[in-house]
């Protein structure tokens, strides 16, 4: 031991734990259920922020990804990863940044559902003289953004595009698919997903114009996902470290949860049966993804502080920097006796949100009697 | 102009927009409030963390504060600041962190509601050699922390410290007061806060005890409270910036509010009345604080550029870069036209949630003309 080893018991809490054999376990079973039908990944970075994950996470360490702001495109770029989706609709104003981090060398591609997107990628491919790459977003359950496969748009997007810059293809996500529980349900949607992206891309094709890429996803989707026909690429990301909105759906279970927040006793009211911690919601995040599932898992699931479970405790409450444990409604399990200074793990929600709130994880190694790891995580836009 | 000045249409989105000039109103509207009652203010710094901003807010420049978190009392004992409470009930393993502050020359306080905190202060300013200072938290409306001024565990809790360490007073916070409408109900909070405070106060002396410190406030039985007999300091601390959540129990005006998420139009589906954004949760936070008050204002009032709120639009949903603007419901405004590009800024439920999302402020200066400030902000623990 080197007088810098970093054990569990040395962290000041609150703090962000990763279990890196769960998060190897989940990486490793999404790319088995993809590789299985023939299919390649693009892994959606927007979740990790981590250089030292994405490496674990990407094909080969650098292949195909995925971001949701340009500093992340920026850093990953940096970091050697050269084919990235930027997978927001672009405005105008960031193109200028796109073509930067283009010219050094990193194939970004940007996504848009509008012919004054397209315009804007050609006036600036035009200015640069470079065509920048972008795909066309499709709606495919109504979730959000993009244009629906059937629409006229869709062609007129596809048209501008490939005589001003460079069409590359079309992208669709079955946000709504978060909404529904269980393997068929997700099947459905992936179905629905995948139909809705190969007709898009029938339909550019059937109108003269190309589309080498036909890219769908979502974590829900991409694990229930049975055919891939007409499909070049899949996307997801929280799988990586899955939460408890993914386990409520049923995508995984709450021991296949990679990411805790570590937190410490600091009180007790013991009349109101409550257990006070030193992890708020600044540690936890707003995020209650599971007040509408079918277990309500308030602010997060209590575990000790080696990760197991502790039975029906639940965060009721988060303030900023206080979270009150108790005993989930209904339940007749005692509460336990957690003295000052007991340190427990909760597991999150929702992990895109609660890892957003540190700056760096604690990494649990897959040899649980070494030292912690301390991987950077970064933010911004 | 020099090649480095920045101004509001430079500016990347999404990001968060600091009214100079509405911060300064607000913080002089509650200094001289306290001060026309002979008060003393203990502003909390866990809404602003920048010291830029505490310069502005604490008496003198670097008066008494209030902090959340260990991080924050390193920063801004580094920054000058020399007499600072920790708000959040002790842990044993953080103290001798405290003390590593208050060995710099920081009088840092920290507070604690029960035996085992106060034998561990006790066994560490042994230990130290140094008789560590702590407040006794108490509970004056069932909110969260805190022992009851009656509860004879008081009389317990400030023997151990006077008699190991340093019994330095008491502290109440009304944390109930956010939760009902209006300047007379907070009044009615903010005398039950006093009383209950100079009651636990009283049951200290009568017990041989000292007590030279009674602090209470929160932001909205701060601005309400007219007689502070018996009390020693006042806390608040969103009050530097307000937000919706403070403007939807009545405590301040939506055009009081200092902070906003600048963000960009990035997209519409014009059939279901919809105008998607780049502030997503992730620049906003999953805070919705509003939704159980009388008006529901989503994840945020929606303002032009200029920052004048344009009537009953509100955003709608959020993920995590992607926010969806519409129209209230109910509302019979018509949705104005936005196209791409068009720049908006969004009111904040919370302002400490949203805040914590950026890392620095983009300061619109009072004199409206002149470029931009950057503040840095930290986060952390």
């Not at 953004?145 to 048209?159: A, F, K, M, N, R």
């Not at 007409?230 to 929280?238: F, S």
Request: proline share 5%; glycine share 10%; net charge negative.
């Amino acid at each position: 031991m080197s007088p810098a080893d970093l054990y569990l018991n040395d962290v000041q809490t609150p703090a962000l734990i990763l279990d890196e054999a769960r998060m190897q376990r989940n990486i490793d079973r999404l790319a088995e259920h993809i590789g299985s039908k023939g299919g390649v990944l693009r892994p959606h970075l927007k979740t990790v922020k981590s250089v030292e994950i994405a490496k674990r996470l990407l094909i080969n360490g650098n292949g195909p990804a995925t971001v949701s702001t340009l500093a992340e495109a920026e850093i990953f770029a940096e970091a050697g990863i050269r084919d990235i989706t930027y997978a927001v609709g672009i405005t105008p104003q960031k193109l200028d940044r796109v073509a930067a981090i283009r010219a050094k060398g990193c194939d970004l591609t940007v996504i848009l559902d509008s012919p004054d997107q397209a315009n804007a990628v050609v006036e600036v491919s035009q200015r640069l003289g470079q065509k920048l790459p972008a795909l066309i977003e499709i709606d495919c359950d109504g979730h959000r953004s993009g244009v629906e496969p059937s629409d006229p748009t869709l062609i007129e997007i596809g048209t501008i595009l490939h005589e001003g810059a460079e069409l590359r293809g079309i992208l669709g996500h079955a946000g709504e698919s978060y909404e529904v529980y269980g393997k068929e349900a997700h099947a459905a949607f992936a179905e629905q997903e995948r139909q809705a992206a190969t007709k898009a891309a029938s339909n550019l094709v059937e109108a003269g114009l190309p589309c080498p890429v036909v890219s769908i996803g979502s974590t829900p989707t991409a694990h229930a996902i049975e055919n891939l026909d007409g499909i070049t690429e899949v996307r997801a990301g929280v799988h990586t470290f899955f939460d408890l909105v993914q386990a409520g759906i049923g995508v995984c279970d709450q021991d296949d949860i990679a990411l805790s927040v570590l937190t410490s006793v600091i009180g007790h009211q013991r009349d109101k049966g409550w257990i006070i911690i030193d992890a708020g919601w600044m540690a936890l995040s707003r995020d209650r993804g599971t007040s509408a599932q079918r277990v309500d898992q308030g602010y997060g699931v209590v575990c000790d502080e080696s990760g197991d479970v502790i039975p029906d405790l639940i965060v009721i409450k988060a303030n900023q920097e206080h979270g009150i444990i108790a005993l989930r409604p209904g339940s007749d399990a005692g509460l336990p006796e957690l003295p000052l200074g007991t340190k427990l793990r909760i597991l999150p929600n929702h992990a895109c949100a609660t890892a957003a709130q540190f700056p760096a994880y604690h990494v649990v190694p897959t040899s649980r009697d070494a030292p912690l790891k301390v991987w950077r995580r970064f933010r911004g836009w």
